[in-house]
């Protein structure tokens, strides 16, 4: 028999994404439209964000079929993100994937967004299952887990403020760099030095022990206002030019000490030496090089391609085959949830 036919879709936040994948490795036809409406407001506008998905879908549907040569009759199932997200930008891609598997009558299964990113880099490589330690790094998200199996998560931190991604852009934002700012944070950033400037490393201290509360959580919004300190500082000595790179570079070193060094006390935590990055942070190469470093070379770090880390359609088609074939098929009463719990993600000692 041959391998399942899947569409996901992927609408929760700033990109308009439908792939089709033929079992867990084949992606047959894949497209990603980040909107650009969004780049003169320096943000993402919620309203707008859910009019393009909805101006778009059906465009972005029919390519990823033509490219894998397929009709949408062909699939065994459609998998689409659920939450969480933004509400009206999730509503589209779920009243679009509830009409399709209602008119077709088709499997509909409703992935999580995070555990969408856990299965990213599982496309491209068979070595990138559980067990593993993962650090899911997004806009909306910071999360420490511990992957037992594919579906048995152990929640190790999480972010107490701003996600990580979220730093990134809003540090982007203060040094005047374009939306979304991470990649162009971290292009500037590969021009100054890191140690011009000393940056606080939030919650991370050496006295920390296995057990106290935030051994493993995160805090960003700290680190972005010493670095709007910083930039202030700076401009009002008139020499905010000239130090922008140095800036850049100092508030990734920072943000990548503290995503780097709780990764590894998970790794000590768990005596798991694979580790797993997720999510649109993972796209950047400092984070992945630090933490290999770290593990130096006795270990395995694993992360998808550029393509596969940001937000994109084809890692949604991916869970949502492992829900698939565990037959948790939902019927058409599901609808998006914006705070969507991560399935199967237990807290504390409690596996
Ligand atoms: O997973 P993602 O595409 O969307 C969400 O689920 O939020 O992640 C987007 C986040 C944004 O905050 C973006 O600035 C950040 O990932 N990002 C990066 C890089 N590429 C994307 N942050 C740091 N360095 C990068 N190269
Ligand atoms: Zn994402």
Redesign the pocket.
Known sequence: MSEPLLLGLET??D?TSAAIIQGEHQVLGHVILSQDVHAVFGGVVPELAARAHLQRVDEVVREALRQADRRIEDMDGVAVTAGP?LIGALLVGVAWAKATAFALDLPLVPVH?MEA?LFGPAIEDTEAGPPFVALL?????TILLFAQEWGRYRLLGETRDD????A??KV?KVLGLPY????A??TLAEKGDPEVHALPRPMLRSNQRPGDSDYFDFSFSGLKTAVAMLVKELEDAGRLDSERANVAAAFQYSAVDVLASKTMRAVEETRCRRVLLG???S???S?RTEIERRLAGDGRVFYASPRL???NGAMVARAGLFHLRREEVRALDISADAKLPFPGLLRGDSQ
Not at 180 to 183: C, K, Q, V
């Open positions: 929760s936040c990109e997200g967004h990113h790094v997004s806009g909306g998200h996600a990580a991604g979220e990134f852009d982007a979304p700012g991470g990649p944070l971290e999510g649109g942070v796209a950047n190469r984070l880390s940001l937000d």
